[in-house]
Nanobody
């Protein structure tokens, strides 16, 4: 049974940093592309960052230069380091996994096979 468990969310002030973690179990993690998504109230879920199994990365424009996605295959964990947080970053953050032999990142929501339960990030002004 595949499980993705996010952690590291919380309430912070604008300009602060957080690091989200997503621990995966029940899958051969190194064969999976991973993504971090977020969903704010009343908005659609959007891709924030993605990383392929070969560690190629993608970032949505609004987080470039502030967020960093990384993975530790030995720990079956993907991270999202978030710096210079803004109130507009407030959302529930989800990690997702996609089994794929492709070396490219996966940027479309529907392609992901597994999802975590989400962790709340709230940034106050």
């Amino acid at each position: 049974q595949v499980q993705l468990v996010e952690s590291g969310g919380g309430l912070v002030q604008a300009g602060d940093s957080l690091r989200l973690s997503c621990a995966a179990s029940g899958l051969r993690y190194s064969n999976y592309a991973m993504g971090w998504f977020r969903q704010a109230p009343g908005k659609e879920r959007e891709l924030v960052a993605a990383i392929s199994w070969s560690s190629a990365t993608y970032y949505t424009d609004s987080v470039k230069g502030r967020f960093t996605i990384s993975r530790d295959n030995a720990k079956n964990t993907v991270y999202l380091q978030m710096n210079s947080l803004k109130p507009e970053d407030t959302a529930v953050y989800y990690c997702a996994a996609k089994f794929t032999p492709r070396t490219s990142v996966i940027t479309t929501t529907y392609e992901y096979d597994y999802w975590g339960q989400g962790t709340q990030v709230t940034v106050s002004s």
